[in-house]
């Protein structure tokens, strides 16, 4: 299959992002700014979604898209980040450089209840927050959990519910049963994820008063570099989002699931009082109740994902 044209970038504009929200989202990231995004190109016109979905397109929601800040109003583009190599959840097409998943399609879903183009500028996660404080991005749907500490710099909508799950070599060799025995192990993390900067330090605070060592942590950009080193014996597990290993699962022989846990939502993220958190809730709380997006999730066996509440700003 022939690769799709790349889609011509808008012109690019900031929302006027606080030089403090700008270095606070700095302190946010666990390493130095990257490189901006790749835009991923939008599928073609004939696609029966507008936007790359597979599913029956929403209608605009008028009073949504009244609301959009007057910079997206004038492009009639709004800019997701989007994180990589992470099936079910974000990849690529097959041969390809559209976009798949739930976090593209639910974003595509949201910029038609707006009446936008969306375009998928691929990052890694690490990068996203100091991206969308730049004004590289307009926001991001990567699986992010709204945090106290994130809120800081961006407001959250939810948008689906995942959990945690502990992947570990085929035949649990070190009989790893849930986070409490994960003390001690060498254990691969997402860089920047809420399970490395949320989840382990309080599981090391439980080692600790139990007398038992701390976990030993890997960082990796991606889930599958993270599977290759538990694979190759260099990782005793790996602790990440759960659609995304439960899914590696399915695939791989040698990896198998040790536990899931801590099922709550994710949330849309976008700059902090940029006005943009208005629009996008009022879209949400459409789609999360349309077939279409019943449908998104039910492609990539995420059906138990769904939520019914679009919550504003609700710090997990």
């Known amino acids: 299959m022939k690769n799709p044209p790349e889609a011509a970038c808008p012109k690019r504009r900031r929302f006027g992002v606080p030089a403090a929200v700008a270095t606070a989202a700095l302190m946010l990231a666990v390493t130095a700014c990257g490189p901006s995004g790749t835009p991923s190109p939008s599928a073609p016109s004939g696609d029966a979604a507008g936007q790359g979905t597979g599913v029956p397109a ?24 989007i994180p990589t190599n992470e099936p079910p959840t974000q990849f690529y097409r097959e041969g390809t450089r559209d976009m798949t998943g739930t976090n593209p399609d639910i974003a595509r879903l949201i910029g038609q209840a707006l009446g936008v183009e969306v375009e998928i500028e691929v990052a890694n996660f690490d990068s996203i ?26 407001d959250f909508v939810d948008y689906m519910q995942m959990g945690n799950s502990i992947a570990v070599a085929s035949g649990n060799p070190q009989g790893i049963t849930d986070q409490h025995a994960l003390c001690g192990r060498k254990v691969g993390l997402l860089t920047g994820s809420y399970q490395l900067t949320v989840n382990v330090p309080d599981y090391d605070k439980a080692c600790t008063a139990a007398g038992k060592e701390a976990i030993q942590r890997s960082e990796f950009q991606d889930t599958r570099q993270a599977i290759s080193a538990l694979t190759s014996g260099r990782l005793d597990a790996v602790l990440a989002d759960s ?74």
Do not use: C, H, W
């Open 58 to 81: 929403l209608e605009v929601n008028q009073a949504a898209a009244q609301l959009l800040p007057e910079p997206i109003k004038s492009t009639k583009v709004l800019r997701v980040a």
């Open 129 to 154: 927050i100091p991206g969308i404080a730049a004004g590289r991005y307009d926001m991001t749907v990567s699986s992010m959990t709204p945090t106290e500490k994130r809120m800081e710099v961006l």
């Open 243 to 316: 659609p995304i290993l439960n899914f590696a699962a399915t695939q791989n022989p040698q990896i198998e699931i040790a536990a899931k846990f801590d099922f709550t939502p994710v949330g849309v993220g976008m700059p902090k009082d940029s006005g943009l958190v208005k629009s996008v809730s009022a879209a949400l709380s459409e789609v999360i109740t349309s077939d279409s997006y019943l449908q998104v999730l039910g492609k990539y066996g995420l059906e138990s994902s769904a939520i019914t509440d679009a919550r504003v700003n609700f710090a997990q």
